[in-house]
């Protein structure tokens, strides 16, 4: 059994900073990889982020290079967003996600909005 919840979103001013994070149920969690996605109201849903499961790996969207890490304590079974220089356009609800073999796991999404 495994659970997914997201913390750490909320409104901050352009430039700013958030730290996002998943925690996650069951000891499991340590031998998969975790991605963090967002989505816009009308728009697909889009991977932001992603990282393997040691933490040796990781991938992310083009807009947010530089900008955004991924990281991952597996003691805490707990995967982290760290935003920072954040832009309006990068307002949207964030979720986490596992991929459990062919199974998804995704948790409830906490909103980021960026504005002044």
């Known amino acids: 059994q495994v659970q997914l919840v997201e913390s750490g979103g909320g409104l901050v001013q352009p430039g700013g900073s958030l730290r996002l994070s998943c925690a996650a149920s069951g000891s499991i969690f340590i031998l998969y990889g975790m991605g963090w996605y967002r989505q816009v109201l009308g728009k697909q849903r889009e991977l932001v982020a992603e990282?393997?499961?040691?933490?040796?790996?990781?991938n992310y969207e083009d807009s947010v290079k530089g900008r955004f890490t991924i990281s991952r304590d597996n003691g805490k079974n707990t995967v982290y967003l760290q935003m920072n220089k954040l832009k309006p356009e990068d307002t949207a609800v964030y979720y986490c996600?596992?991929?459990?073999?062919?199974?998804?796991?995704w948790g409830q999404g906490t909103q980021v909005t960026v504005s002044s």
């Open positions: 996600k596992m991929q459990a073999g062919s199974v998804p796991f």
């Open positions: 990282i393997s499961s040691t933490g040796a790996t990781t």
